[in-house]
Each structure stands twice: as C-alpha cells, then as structure tokens.
C-alpha cells in the first residue's frame, strides 16, 4: 500500500510535524488521496495542479485537415523513468501494417545515446526522430495525430497538458500521479495498464484505424483541457490562500 510505502528524507520533516502546518498541497486527486490516507486525515490535503494552460487557448478549435495521420508525439526526458524504449520498440511493430509511422521524440537527457542505438538497431531512422528540445512546442506538435506517456512513474505532466490542449489524444500507462488527471479512458484518449506492451499495441493501433474516433478525443481533450484555465488553477490558489489568512484573523 501506498500508506506504507518509505517517505523521501526530502518530505520526512513535514510527515513528522504535522503539528506546524495548517494543510498540504499536492498537484493530483490521487496524491490528495493517499497522503490523507497515509496521515489519518490529520490535516487537509488539497489538490492544485501545477500547470495551467493560457485562456486564449481554451477556445481553440483545430483544424482537422492538418493532421500528419503517420505522425505520433511524445513529450518527455530522455531519462529511464520515462521507458522510451517502449515506444521505440511500439513502432518496430507498427511499421509492418504502418510503414510510414512517425514517431517524434521531442525532449533531452542522458538516454539520447541509448535510444539512438535502439533506433539503429530496430532500423527505424526512417520512422523515429529524437527532436531535441524546441522552444515553440505547439507550432512542432499541432499536426500530430495522437501522444504517447509511457513513465514508470509520474507527477502532473506539463507536456501532457500541452498536448490535450492542442487536442492531441494521448495513449498512456496509468502510473501514479500525472496521467489519470489529464486522460479520461475512452473519452479522450486511452489510458492502460503500467508496462502493458500489448495493450500499448492494440489501443494505438486500434487508433490509428479509426479515424473518427481520434476525431471525437480531440474535441474530448480540449474540453478537458479547460478545467486547468489560468483562471480556474488562480481561483484555487486564491481560495487556500483566503482559508491561510482567515484562520490568523
């Protein structure tokens, strides 16, 4: 259980000095959920996410005409906890019913090397491109036809917002905390079980045939992605910092 699982020495003084705080604040619902679970419900633990989309993007409406339907984005570090590799290796099996698949990779770190080799490996420079990191990201992503999140493990993802925003449906592992805020299985995108290669496999396939259903997530993630409007995440804040002050009046 996750109540009974080691604390990082990072948040150990808070754990044990409850007693000093009036509330925690965590970045998802389920965070909120474990830690009131782990500490009894000693103190309140409320849920503000740490990113937040600008409100002229909450009216945005995507031209559908434009969409690559070959190109797959993933928005990310090149790190292990981020099992890139598992996506390399998707496409190695996409290519065959797929061939022209894109996958683009956009992100940095000290995995580059290694996905590289894998690339070589799986033959795929015609198919998987490391992009790097890209200032403009939206102008890079728009025309992509769905997103990939295949972390072992997870807070709120900012790249994740980004892509919902643009109406990007994203496939991704349910690893705690991030994904299951920002996909709603079978309403945005697909979300699936951690490390699950075949379910990968089928959901991503399974979408790249089916053209309106992509459709329908698109327009499903923009909806979704105005719950994390500037103003509403402000309100949030707003509204605790209200509750800080009241309480030493």
Excluded at 219 to 238: D, P, T
């Amino acid at each position: 259980m996750v109540y009974e699982s080691d604390i990082k020495n990072t948040y150990k003084h808070v754990f044990n000095n409850l007693n000093r705080y009036s509330g925690i604040i965590v970045s998802t619902k389920q965070q909120q959920l474990d830690i009131s679970a782990r500490i009894n419900n000693e103190i309140p633990v409320h849920t503000i996410p740490v990113g937040y989309i600008d409100e002229h993007f909450t009216n945005l409406k995507r031209n559908n005409h434009s969409i690559n339907n070959n190109k797959i984005i993933s928005v990310a570090r090149y790190s292990p906890e981020k099992q890139l590799n598992h996506q390399i290796e998707l496409v190695s099996k996409l290519i065959k019913e797929f061939p022209n698949i894109q996958l683009h990779l956009y992100g940095f770190g000290k995995e580059e090397e290694k996905y590289k080799q894998l690339i070589t490996e799986y033959n795929l420079e015609n198919n998987v491109f490391l992009r790097g990191f890209r200032r403009n990201l939206s102008a890079e992503i728009q025309d992509a036809y769905m997103s990939l999140i295949t972390s072992n493990m997870e807070g709120f993802n900012l790249g994740l917002l980004e892509t919902i925003t643009e109406g990007i449906p994203p496939v991704g592992y349910n690893s705690k905390y991030g994904p299951s805020e920002l996909i709603l299985n079978n309403e945005n995108g697909y979300l699936i079980n951690k490390n699950d290669k075949d379910e990968l496999y089928n959901r991503v396939r399974n979408l790249l045939l089916d053209k309106t259903l992509r459709d329908t997530f698109s327009q499903e993630c923009i909806k979704h992605s105005k719950a994390f409007s500037s103003k509403i995440v402000m309100k949030l804040w707003e509204d605790r910092f209200s509750t800080i002050n009241s309480s030493y009046e």
